[in-house]
């Protein structure tokens, strides 16, 4: 569930966040104008929150006056994951899950994406799985699809409010269609519908809800509960 504030929240705290936010996901060194412009924010503002940033080490300018992280934002992730064992605890588990040969993904949501932090395919060593993709879109994800179900139909309608939703073409109440029954049966099973043609089967993991672990590949409806089961105790593993 999406956490209401009890007071008025702190705006600029706010922006500084999404300006932060904004420039780790961007593929490479992005400009001031160009960084507000997708932020649909005011360029002298964001300038400003910038210069703060690089001030303090979180980003730091090119020699072409662009904009990247900086040392102090792999110093605050380096941080989170540290204080929060999640790495630890996770990483042993995953790799056991391997042994299915699928796809092994573990992801948070952020807004409407899914931040993938360990995403390893059949093949690869576990190390490799470590931050290999970025931000995707959660509609298109079966992480995303049951950390979506955690929320509550109101939220997720004014999380897409007047926009397209991808692979949801029918608009919102079909994807409120799907997460309704992603949390009768306490899981998702998502069909990607590309040249790969496989399935997503997803669980949640912790009390409360903080992230989604999941196995994709060609997965026969046969073989769901099986995959549910070993999701489930690795996710119980992981607390």
């Known amino acids: ?10 705006q600029s705290l706010i922006d500084g966040i999404l300006t932060l936010q904004a420039l780790a996901s961007a593929p490479e060194p992005i400009g001031c104008r160009e960084l507000a412009r997708q932020l649909g924010a005011n360029a002298t503002r964001v300038n400003r929150l910038l210069k703060t940033l690089a001030y303090m080490g979180i980003v730091r300018q090119t020699s ?6 900086g040392p102090g934002m792999h110093v605050l992730a380096a941080q989170s994951l540290f204080a929060s064992g999640l790495i630890q605890r996770a990483l042993p588990v995953l790799e056991r899950l391997r042994r299915f040969g699928h796809t092994v993904a573990m992801g948070v949501l952020w807004n409407d994406s899914v931040s993938y932090l360990f995403h390893a395919p059949p093949g690869i060593e576990a190390a490799r799985g470590l931050g290999r993709i970025g931000l995707l879109p959660a509609t298109t994800s079966g992480i995303g699809i049951v950390l979506l179900s955690q929320l509550q139909d109101e939220d997720v309608r004014e999380l897409y409010a007047d926009r397209e939703i991808p692979r949801f073409p029918a608009g919102i109440d079909s994807l409120l269609e799907l997460l309704a029954r992603t949390r009768e049966q306490g899981y998702a099973r998502v069909h990607v519908a590309d040249d790969r043609d496989h399935h997503i089967v997803a669980v949640t993991v912790g009390t409360p809800v903080y992230a989604g672990i999941a196995m994709s590949g060609w997965i026969p409806e046969s073989a769901t509960a099986e995959l549910v089961e070993a999701l489930r105790s690795a996710a119980q593993s992981i607390g």
């Open 64 to 69: 072409d006056r662009k904009y990247t992280s």
């Open 1 to 10: 569930m999406r956490v209401k504030p009890n007071a008025q929240p702190n």
